[in-house]
Nanobody
């Protein structure tokens, strides 16, 4: 069973940067697409970024495009989300996910982590 654990969240000020990490255990995810999502209180979970199994293709939500970079290190079974110029509206619980769907970007994700809280103060 694949297990995903996020880390790197915290309380930061507007304009700061954070690097979120997600490490998988149980099996390698090197052939699967990885993604990041977030959910703020009272809102639906929303897509943030995704990276293909090869790392050659990425996609970002408009809200983070230009401020964020998703990357993967398959040797460490880890995917990262570097977030710069953080804004209060980036405050949310951030989740990583794995998609077995070979289509990119995938239509659905199959495994999810428990999330890490990011809070951006103004």
């Amino acid at each position: 069973q694949l297990r995903l654990v996020e880390s790197g969240g915290g309380l930061v000020q507007a304009g700061d940067s954070l690097r979120l990490s997600c490490t998988a255990s149980g099996r390698s995810f090197s052939t699967w697409t990885m993604g990041w999502f977030r959910q703020a209180p009272g809102t639906e979970r929303e897509f943030v970024a995704t990276i293909s199994w090869s790392g050659k293709s990425t996609d970002y939500a408009d809200s983070v495009k230009g401020r964020s970079t998703i990357s993967r290190d398959d040797a460490k079974n880890t995917v990262h989300l570097q977030m710069n110029s953080l804004k209060p509206e980036d405050t949310a619980v951030y989740y990583c996910a794995v998609a077995r769907d070979e289509h990119f970007p995938p239509d659905e994700y199959d495994y999810w982590g428990q999330g890490t809280q990011v809070t951006v103060s103004s």
